[in-house]
């Protein structure tokens, strides 16, 4: 007898995992596991034929692309970085949201900058996205990568601007910087491989629709709040 086919989702922990949870939950599927408190990476859920792997953020896409999991929850930050080859992206989740700037010490004079066509040196972990961003803009960018704590850059003299993302505003505050140009909107997808969606569809279809459905419900719900 052929084993029936399992559905293996990618998540990060963190925000995605956190804001992902109740979206599944409404499609009635519970991790057996609190990864935040396991050091397991394969979380098994209510549903003998789901389970969730825990991987890094930035690994998702290639997990979903290759096959590693059928579907997958990835930053928009993430996804541009990983070019989204390979990966049918059918539902903005509206989760984890924030926004991809440029940010700059607040005695820096951004604007002038750019007039001048000053070259600039940015500094970020995400490269493809500050890349094409100056790039369109018509700028000369040094791009130096980085992989966390972008924004002690400018405060030390390693750069003169980071290209990162900001949700509170909070971080930049501390740090003395402040956003002066806004790059995207960032929230997290849903994302499938589209192999597995053809050979597993009467499992993923259901599942991927739901999810939509409860993103989608999510969504009102919060706009109507934020209008009272
Ligand atoms: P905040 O102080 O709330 O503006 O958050 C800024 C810090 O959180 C920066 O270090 C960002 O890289 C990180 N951050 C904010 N939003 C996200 C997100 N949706 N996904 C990953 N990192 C984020």
Same mark, same amino acid.
């Given at each position: 007898?052929?084993?029936?086919?399992?559905i293996?989702?990618?998540?990060?922990?963190?925000?995605?995992?956190?804001?992902?949870?109740?979206?599944?939950?409404?499609?009635?599927?519970?991790?057996?596991?609190?990864?935040?408190?396991?050091?397991?990476?394969?979380?098994?859920?209510?549903?003998?034929?789901?389970?969730?792997?825990?991987?890094?953020?930035?690994?998702?896409?290639?997990?979903v692309?290759?096959g590693?999991?059928d579907l997958?929850?990835?930053?928009?930050?993430?996804?541009?970085?990983?070019?989204?080859?390979?990966l049918y992206?059918p539902?903005?989740?509206?989760?984890?949201?924030?926004?991809?700037?440029?940010?700059?010490?607040? &005695?820096?004079?951004?604007? +002038? %900058?750019?007039?001048? /066509?000053? @070259?600039?040196?940015? #500094?970020?972990?995400?490269?493809?996205?500050?890349?094409?961003?100056?790039?369109?803009?018509?700028?000369?960018?040094?791009?130096?990568?980085?992989?966390?704590?972008?924004?002690?850059?400018?405060?030390?003299?390693?750069?003169?601007?980071?290209?990162?993302?900001?949700?509170?505003?909070?971080?930049?505050?501390?740090?003395?910087?402040?956003?002066?140009?806004?790059?995207?909107?960032?929230?997290?997808?849903l994302i499938v491989n589209p192999a597995a969606l053809r050979l597993k569809r009467a499992l993923l279809r259901?599942l991927i &629709?739901?999810?939509?459905? +409860? %993103?989608?419900?999510? /969504?009102? @719900?919060?706009?109507? #709040?934020?209008?009272?």
């Open positions: 007898m052929t084993p029936a086919p399992i293996t989702i990618a998540l990060s922990k963190g925000r995605i995992y956190d804001d992902t949870l109740p979206l599944l939950a409404q499609a009635g599927l519970v991790p057996a596991i609190d990864p935040e408190r396991s050091r397991k990476l394969i979380i098994p859920t209510n549903r003998p034929d789901v389970r969730l792997v825990i991987v890094r953020a930035t690994d998702v896409p290639t997990y692309q290759f590693g999991a997958g929850v990835a930053g928009k930050d993430v996804l541009d970085e990983h070019g989204g080859d390979g992206q539902v903005d989740l509206d989760i984890a949201r924030c926004r991809m700037v440029v940010a700059a010490r607040s &005695d820096f004079d951004y604007p +002038a %900058a750019v007039a001048q /066509r000053r @070259r600039l040196r940015a #500094a970020t972990k995400f490269e493809r996205t500050a890349r094409e961003h100056f790039a369109a803009k018509g700028l000369h960018v040094d791009l130096i990568k980085l992989y966390g704590s972008m924004e002690l850059a400018p405060l030390t003299g390693l750069a003169d601007v980071i290209v990162d993302l900001v949700d509170t505003g909070n971080t930049l505050k501390a740090n003395n910087l402040v956003a002066v140009e806004e790059i995207s909107l960032v929230s997290a997808r259901p &629709d739901t999810v939509a459905q +409860a %993103a989608a419900t999510a /969504r009102a @719900r919060r706009l109507e #709040a934020a209008h009272g």
